[in-house]
């Protein structure tokens, strides 16, 4: 009987408490994944940043809008390719509980910058064409119903009023892990609605989103954006928007500190009901093991029946428990409210780290069954009655 | 005939390893448990006890927030001759004009927030809670200074008294430390409105907050201003009620989160409390069959296991909680969703968090030991003893 046979016999002897590990480490993973999931969901726009998008704010706060006619000033300095800008819309669509990302953008610059939003060649020029129209991501059209030539009505807070723009097109993302569900109509659109209602808010976007042809001149082009601006009424920050991004990120850190401690928490919960039942059960054959030492097994021979045992539990339980993930990933994504998570996916470090903690949680709880396998007396074990 | 309690005790003696790591198990589910209900709390507390009662706010309908609200002076103005509005000795309202902006500051273990920066009239010292200076001095009203609530001090970077902070085209100093009942004020900053006004040239306020009378009520108003040509833009709500919306997100967020995670914990740790028990039982054939011989009937035995699994339940119950009571020394600073600005909450042990707490850990001694203790109840003497 090879070695092999025998570990997965073994393991299958007590076949209950087997079972119940294997269900208690698969229910461990599947919470380890689950919290991941969320981390990384977080982190998705981090993840989803270009090294060669900077994103020009308003130094104070990104709330504050910055001249249009800094447009042509950034524009001048060496290195940059091309400059777009965004606004944020806000608004309500429908009711206040439909998230979704809702900005004026320059329709003429903005699919350069973002190649990776995919549109038709003939939605890009019923974009471009129609003053009033609008973008969205094929997600938010799916959720909303949205073709075509449908009107989106919405009302504004941020700039107040009723708000009716046209969906002349619906992007598809480039990736899985591109954000499917925004919303983009002309700025030129809510500039002109300005300059009638509210003078002294027009001629000003939200920031400005530069493109550059050498990602390893981020940081020097950044500093001559905003040394271009300093000590004027509406002074800049400019930095990659993976930095960016991250603010949001590191904003809400001290929640996503508490997610991550939980996860770890969860690791030591597997440990401790896989380490539970290696020692019940190394315990039950102490007999057995005393048998094959006086046999002339040595001790590389009881590492591997114990440490494989406590793998063959560990990975069938951490299998299982990534097969569960995926549904219940899904089923957790539709209990949180729409849109609150753009991009939700289990990523492919959630399933490696998963795999590696069942392989290290294998080996670790059969430290101690071994610990004492190894340094018993063959006399005293095979005087253990248990 | 009950079985001694004292058999019961003295079986976790002998199997002081295996009965440690389940408690172990059971005590880190229940810490988690209590933890996120009391982040929940403390989220809901700070935020619940912020405003008074007797106050109403007034914001524009469609806005998510404070600082995507907009009420023009005409309409402020119209709102104060309100008769709902209270009115002090002197007939002048008792009702403060916000304007509520943001600025961004560097947090003390890195990483940036938002924080809120809030413009008062001279009413709001009489109508919120009770603000008191505990280091420096109130701003003057008239000059660019600002108070920072106790909150942010210990989180931020660069906002003690003396720093200037440069927005609006113009440098405020910090001038002095406010606390504020611990509730969601001792996270911002005040100023004088008119200032922050006359900085942004705007002559438009975020929010009113007014002293209603004692006879009014939210309903008549809600109706009054649905009604009102003037005032349809505009929507009342009690402060309290306000406040504790704007957490309605982050809180329901941790507590979707954090209840879905615990479901899954517990169903892991009530596994482990079952394979320690069905080991159990395995182990003590010969002892059960014993009891039996000497008369103690079916439900005794039962009872004994039963009994045995909740009490490890139970005493994983009190570390799990007595862990998670020291939480409360902590405090957590973090961006709420709903008003997008930095928010510091405390996790809050209240008497329902503990016995929500102990009912867990009760049901999962229950369930894990139920099915070992009937296997135990149902062995025949006979193949006990052999």
Not at chain 1, 135 to 158: F, H, Q, S
Not at chain 2, 87 to 111: Q, R
Not at chain 2, 315 to 337: D, E, H, K, M, Y
């Amino acid at each position: 009987m090879s070695m092999t046979k025998l570990i997965v016999k073994n393991a299958f002897r007590h076949t209950l408490r087997v079972l119940l590990t294997i269900i208690g480490i698969s229910v461990a993973v599947v919470a380890f994944g689950m919290l991941r999931t969320v981390v990384t969901a977080w982190n998705s726009g981090v993840a989803a940043s270009s090294p060669n998008r900077l994103i020009v704010r308003q130094a104070v706060s990104f709330i504050f809008p910055l001249p249009y006619a800094y447009k042509e000033k950034i524009a001048s300095i060496p290195g940059v390719s091309t400059v777009s800008w965004l606004n944020w819309f806000g608004g309500t669509y429908i009711d206040k509980d439909q998230f979704f990302a809702r900005q004026g953008c320059d329709p003429e610059t903005l699919l350069s910058l973002y190649p990776e939003f995919k549109l038709t060649s003939s939605e890009i020029t019923a974009f471009k064409s129609d003053r009033s129209a609008c973008i969205v991501g094929i997600e938010t059209a799916k959720r909303y119903g949205l073709n075509i030539g449908d009107i989106m009505n919405m009302e504004g807070d941020i700039y107040p009023g009723s708000w009716q723009f046209t969906v002349r097109g619906i992007y598809t993302p480039r990736s899985k892990t591109d954000d499917a569900t925004q919303m983009f109509f002309h700025w030129e659109y809510l500039n002109e609605r300005m300059k009638q209602d509210d003078p002294t808010r027009a001629d000003q976007v939200g920031y400005y989103v530069v493109k550059i042809n050498d990602p390893s001149r981020s940081a020097e082009i950044s500093q001559k954006i905003d040394q271009l601006f300093k000590n004027s009424a509406a002074e800049t920050k400019t930095e990659t928007e993976g930095q960016f991004q991250q603010g949001f990120v590191s904003s809400s850190g001290a929640i996503i500190g508490a997610i991550n401690i939980m996860s770890y928490l969860i690791i030591g919960i597997i440990l401790l009901v896989l380490c539970n039942t290696m020692i019940m059960t190394s315990r039950e054959r102490t007999r057995e093991y005393a048998v094959l030492k006086s046999l002339g097994f040595t001790g590389g021979h009881l590492f591997a029946f114990i440490a494989g045992e406590a793998l063959t539990i560990s990975f069938l339980g951490a299998g299982i428990g990534i097969a569960l993930l995926i549904p219940i990933v899904q089923g957790f994504e539709a209990l949180l409210p729409r849109g609150w998570f753009p991009v939700f996916i289990i990523e492919t470090s959630t399933y490696v780290l998963a795999g590696s903690s069942a392989v290290i949680v294998g080996v670790i709880a059969a430290i101690i069954p071994l610990y004492r396998a190894l340094t018993m007396k063959i006399v005293d074990g095979l005087r253990f009655t248990g | 005939m009950n079985i001694p309690f004292y058999y019961i005790l003295k079986n976790f003696v002998a199997r002081k390893l295996t009965a440690g790591i389940t408690i172990g198990g059971i005590a880190l589910v229940v810490f988690v448990f209590a933890a996120v209900l009391m982040m929940a709390d403390g989220i809901r507390k700070t935020l619940a006890t912020t405003g008074s009662e007797e106050n109403v706010v007034i914001t524009r309908k469609s806005s998510t927030g404070e600082i995507t609200s907009i009420i023009d002076r005409p309409t402020a103005d119209l709102i104060s001759t309100l008769q709902f509005v209270q009115k002090d000795e002197k007939g002048n309202a008792l009702m403060t004009f916000d304007g509520v902006t943001v600025i961004n500051a560097p947090k003390k273990d890195g990483g940036i927030s938002n924080l809120a920066v809030r413009g008062v009239s001279e009413t709001a010292m009489n109508i919120r809670n009770k603000i008191t200076i505990v280091k420096g001095r109130m701003f003057t009203f008239g000059s660019r200074e600002l108070i920072v609530g106790t909150a942010l001090v210990k989180t931020f970077d660069e906002i003690n008294i003396g720093d200037k902070i440069k927005f609006g085209g113009d440098e405020w100093t910090i001038v002095g430390e406010m606390e504020a009942e611990k509730s969601g004020f001792e996270s911002e900053l005040w100023c004088d409105v008119q200032q922050l006004q006359l900085a942004f040239n705007r002559d438009a306020f975020s929010t009113l907050t007014f002293r209603k009378t004692s006879d009014a009520d939210i309903e008549t108003m809600k109706m009054l201003f649905a009604g009102d040509k003037r005032l349809n833009q505009y929507e009342p709500e009690n402060e309290r009620r306000y406040f504790e919306k704007q957490s309605e997100a982050m809180r329901m967020f941790i507590q979707i989160l954090g209840i879905t995670i615990t479901v899954i914990f517990s169903v892991g740790a009530m596994i482990g409390a079952m394979i320690t028990m069905y080991a159990a039982v395995a182990n003590r054939t010969t002892e059960i069959g014993t009891l039996r011989a000497l008369g103690f009937g079916r439900t005794s035995i039962l009872i004994a296991f039963l009994i045995e699994s909740i009490i490890t339940a139970l005493l994983g119950g009190i570390i799990g909680v007595g862990l998670a009571s020291l939480l409360q020394f902590f405090s957590i600073s973090t961006l709420n969703f709903g008003s997008f600005t930095e928010l510091s909450f405390n996790f809050s042990m209240t008497s329902s968090v503990i016995s929500g707490a102990m009912i867990f850990s009760l049901v999962m001694g229950l369930v894990g030991g139920f099915m070992p203790a009937l296997k135990a109840a149902r062995m025949s003497i006979l193949s006990a003893l052999r």
